[in-house]
């Protein structure tokens, strides 16, 4: 199989591929549904975003790097994957982070504080309309003071950011042959577009057989089609070695309707499900982004667009420590 470039190796990886069959005994679900458990990454680089910022963070030790600059939500896991990785690697990271600095210290806010991150504070419009203008500032305004700052789009969702999951397809494809079977379809949360186009990448260069589909957890389906579309269009150019086919936007597959009132507002619906997959296979979603692709799934399932009898594959993307400060809508 062809090589992929070098990275920083600290997630805790290849991660396992499990069968749900007492979730699916107690649904009484139609399909066999598999895992693959990337919230088992490690204990503070859980889930998607380590996979991404292994190879991110090898650019930045090599190109002469001291600090690293991204942003997102207060409960992002991608920002909380940076500050640990700053901590662990010896550099200073700065966050933007939208929305008012919260009264307690909770969930993945509570750990960016813990590994050091300096934390700017812009409300959601700001963010909205002048995040790039932001973080160039903040980039410039380090710069002034002899720092050398690399700037991380969002979820680390740029072309050196799609390796992670180019990887973790292939990571599938080997596992799938050793376990000697096939996945119908491969499902995945959609936040910020990296990881599932990463995956579609990465389908196509290691013939992973099998239908992909994303559950997008904000925005619009059309948004992240065109996002990602536009993803895949700027790995192509920059790494050409690694595009062995052109991947057309309307071979894309992003399923909407399940974002509920908005970003990070769990349901009820939702809550139920992260209960009992908890109960019956001791594994925990979480609300933000896993738990309503999981939903999403089961009732796509119903809805007929997975068929019955067929093999699902859903990617855990982590996101534990978002739980506890959504701990109150469960009713238990």
């Not at 679900?29 to 919230?39: A, G, L, M, Q, S």
Request: net charge negative.
């Amino acid at each position: 199989m062809m090589n992929l470039p070098e990275k920083i190796r600290i997630a805790t990886l290849p991660t396992r591929i499990e069968r749900l069959e007492r979730f699916t005994k107690y649904m009484d679900i139609p399909v066999e549904i598999y895992i693959k458990r990337d919230d088992e990454t490690g204990i503070y680089a859980t889930g998607n975003k380590i996979r991404k910022l292994e190879y991110i963070s090898l650019y930045a030790i090599k190109n002469g790097y001291d600090t690293l600059i991204t942003c997102g939500g207060i409960q992002s896991n991608h920002s909380r994957t940076t500050a640990y990785l700053g901590a662990t690697l010896g550099l200073d990271v700065y966050l933007v982070l939208k929305g008012k600095e919260p009264l307690t210290l909770d969930g993945n806010y509570l750990m960016d504080k813990l590994f050091g991150a300096e934390i700017k504070w812009v409300s959601e419009e700001e963010y909205a309309e002048n995040i790039d203008e932001i973080l160039q500032d903040l980039k410039d305004y380090l710069k002034s003071k002899d720092k050398k700052p690399l700037v991380i789009p969002e979820g680390a969702s740029y072309p050196l950011g799609l390796f992670g999951y180019i990887e973790a397809a292939k990571e599938i494809k080997e596992q799938l042959d050793v376990m000697g079977i096939s996945m119908d379809y491969i499902v995945s949360s959609v936040g910020s577009g990296g990881t599932f186009a990463g995956f579609l990448l990465g389908q196509s260069l290691f013939k992973l057989e099998t239908e992909m589909y994303g559950i997008n957890v904000c925005d619009s389906a059309e948004f992240f089609i065109n996002k990602i579309h536009k993803l895949i269009l700027e790995f192509n150019k920059l790494y050409p070695e690694y595009s062995n086919t052109e991947i057309q936007k309307d071979s894309i597959k992003i399923i909407d309707g399940y974002i509920g009132k908005g970003y990070g507002i769990p349901y009820e619906e939702e809550m139920e499900i992260i209960k009992v997959l908890a109960k019956t296979e001791g594994i925990i979603l979480d609300p933000v982004y896993t738990g309503k692709a999981f939903y999403g799934m089961l009732k796509e399932v119903k809805n007929g667009t997975f068929k019955e009898n067929s093999r699902i594959l859903f990617v855990h993307t982590g996101g534990i420590y978002s739980i506890f400060p959504q701990k109150k809508h469960f009713i238990f």
